[in-house]
T-cell receptor, first 115, second 117 residues
Framework: DTEVTQTPKHLVMGMTNKKSLKCEQH?????MYWYKQKAKKPPELMFV???????INESVPSRFSPECPNSSLLNLHLHALQPEDSALYLC??????????????FGSGTQLSVL | AQKVTQAQTEISVVEKEDVTLDCVYE???????LFWYKQPPSGELVFLIR??????QNEISGRYSWNFQKSTSSFNFTITASQVVDSAVYFC??????????????FGEGTQLTVNP
């Protein structure tokens, strides 16, 4: 199984809603990532978890709250988002190899629209 | 600071043509890693190749080939005999050794390749 599964595929939420994005992998990878991608732009790194501990937080606003309950699951909790947060949110995973040398496996993303 | 430049925003070719996607990078690291990813309309990024800075051998995988030239800081990608299924956005990316585990990739802006029948 070489898949990273993300749910839901599409999400529409209001600025006062609370929602969560979910990501799951069963490849035994110990690093998991959240990326944000705006249309016609490259992905931007948000968070990295390594061995279930947050190792990289790219100064993301607190309205985005990541959680890694176990080595296979990664969540992104959303609260009080702004319309400019509308984007494709991609989850990825990798083995933890030499730093920088990880091959990332990506999910197909959650397309988020904030109204 | 690291930077990846993909000067070609969009390329359009006819099926069976060869096409080269350019990638130029900047880094002060002596050890670094270069990647190409493909993003079809379905959204997920698909890993194509990884190359470290000490391995300048060119690589061929089927219709895909990569030309890594450290002297010009380039890592170009050629598709031979292109097919409609090759239509996608292609990203070149760079990663250096970090202080924390987990990869911090610097992506180029991407090249939208359209292969017409």
């Amino acid at each position: 199984d070489t898949e990273v599964t993300q749910t839901p595929k599409h999400l529409v939420m209001g600025m006062t809603n609370k929602k969560s994005l979910k990501c799951e992998q069963h490849m035994g990878h110990r690093a998991m990532y959240w990326y944000k991608q705006k249309a016609k732009k490259p992905p931007e790194l948000m968070f990295v978890y390594s061995y279930e501990k947050l190792s990289i937080n790219e100064s993301v606003p607190s309205r985005f709250s990541p959680e890694c309950p176990n080595s296979s699951l990664l969540n992104l909790h959303l609260h009080a988002l702004q319309p400019e947060d509308s984007a494709l949110y991609l989850c990825a995973s990798s083995q933890v190899l030499r730093e920088g040398d990880e091959k990332l496996f990506f999910g197909s993303g959650t397309q988020l629209s904030v109204l | 600071a690291q930077k990846v430049t993909q000067a070609q925003t969009e390329i359009s070719v006819v099926e069976k043509e060869d096409v080269t996607l350019d990638c130029v990078y900047e880094t002060r690291d002596t050890t670094y890693y270069l990647f190409w990813y493909k993003q079809p309309p379905s959204g997920e990024l698909v890993f194509l190749i990884r190359r470290n800075s000490f391995d300048e051998q060119n690589e061929i995988s089927g219709r895909y080939s990569w030309n890594f030239q450290k002297s010009t800081s380039s890592f170009n990608f050629t598709i031979t005999a292109s097919q409609v299924v090759d239509s996608a956005v292609y990203f070149c990316a760079l990663s250096g050794l970090g202080e924390t585990s987990g990869s911090r990739l610097t992506f180029g802006e991407g090249t939208q390749l359209t292969v017409n029948p």
